[in-house]
């Protein structure tokens, strides 16, 4: 498949234990923010998303946090699996002239280790 | 089937060549986009297109083209390949939510 990176940042964790994975976003004025899973050879896949009026948000097995006042952005990941070796990408929606656009961060490479 | 997808899935071309590289979504959003993705820069956003006969560039747009006659599909030209344009190319559509949906993914190659 792909190769999506060989310079990316890379987290190994032990299955079973939680990730971390943070993003440190440009603009402050972003209101909108999504994390990005992508497997070798697929393309970005949806996996959480927060708006800025919220500083925690929780679905199955991962939580988004945001801290505005520092422009970061975490993604943790509880009792990770082999499945969720993976790159990870934060994305932060600007508005401006064009309309409404995701910019991505450069993505964190999460092996697990069985 | 629904989705979005990409053809080819790899590609090699000769530098000078014309190259398209195709993108069909069946949900009828809106918005597509092409991005390029390249070690070290992550995802790279190179035209958009709100709707049909609407397109715009984006942060990378220099060598090629795109249209948009039919909402439904969204090829990208590589007028001229060079090798700088080796790449794994993604395109994706949105709905009225902020939602990218990504395609599988063309792995283009310049030679």
């Known amino acids: 498949g792909e190769s999506v990176g060989l310079h990316l940042p890379t987290l190994s964790v032990q299955e079973g234990d939680n990730s971390i994975i943070n993003c440190a976003y440009s603009n402050s004025a972003s209101d909108y923010f999504i994390w990005y899973k992508q497997e070798s050879g697929k393309g970005p896949q949806f996996i959480i998303d927060?708006?800025?009026?919220?500083d925690k948000r929780q679905g199955q097995r991962v939580t988004v946090l945001l801290n505005k006042t520092v422009k970061h952005l975490s993604l943790q990941i509880a009792a990770t699996q082999p499945g969720d070796s993976a790159v990870y990408f934060c994305a932060e929606l600007s508005r401006g002239n064009a309309g409404n656009m995701l910019t991505f961060g450069g993505g964190t490479r999460l092996m697990v280790k069985p | 089937d629904a989705g979005i997808t990409q053809s080819p899935r790899y590609k090699i071309t000769e530098t000078g060549r014309q190259v398209t590289l195709m993108c069909h979504q069946t949900w009828s959003h809106s918005y597509m986009f092409w991005y390029r993705q390249d070690l070290g820069h992550g995802l790279r956003l190179i035209y958009y297109s709100a709707a049909a006969d609407i397109t715009d560039k984006g942060e990378v747009p220099d060598g090629y083209v795109v249209s948009r006659s039919k909402t439904e599909n969204f090829p990208l030209t590589l007028e001229s390949a060079t090798r700088s344009q080796t790449s794994v190319y993604f395109c994706?559509?949105?709905?009225?939510?902020?939602?990218?949906?990504f395609g599988s993914g063309t792995r283009l190659t310049v030679v």
């Open positions: 927060i708006r800025s009026n919220m």
């Open positions: 994706a559509s949105r709905d009225r939510s902020y939602g990218y949906t």
